[in-house]
């Protein structure tokens, strides 16, 4: 996989995607997946979603001052998050966010990640 901000990858026959973050990351980096994601979730309904988190050198100052790309109700058709990674803080802090959406969310550490996408599929 190339050395991109944010990869994106679609399995249909699990309704399930995989975002793979790598460094910093901008709002044109979440603009580009939204498309994709909102066509998923279109024909698929509900999903699943696996954030593997290689690296990660903090946001774009956009991210955090202005609305999000999600904020088209994608969001809402999300069962499960398994968040995957192995930087200490990452995973506890995402993973404990409150979900006023539903949304089941979970850490793994990176060796875990047949786990982690075992965990998704487990309904």
Not at 31 to 36: D, L, V
Not at 48 to 77: K, M, N, R, W, Y
Not at 81 to 86: L, Q, R
Request: net charge negative.
């Amino acid at each position: 996989m190339p050395n991109v901000p944010m990869a994106y990858a679609e399995f249909p026959e699990r309704r399930t995607i995989e975002i793979t973050v790598r460094g910093a990351l901008c709002r044109e980096d979440y603009a580009s997946i939204m498309m994709p994601m909102a066509g998923f979730i279109e024909v698929q309904g509900s999903i699943q979603v696996i954030e593997i988190i290689d690296s990660f050198a903090g946001f774009d100052e956009q991210i955090a001052t202005e609305p999000g790309p999600a904020d088209g109700g994608l969001l809402a058709h999300i069962d499960r998050v398994a968040i995957v990674s192995d930087i200490g803080w990452y995973c506890p802090i995402i993973s404990a966010a409150p979900s006023t959406l539903g949304i089941r969310m979970k850490s793994f550490k990176r060796a875990e990640l047949e786990e982690a996408r075992r965990w998704v599929l487990d309904r």
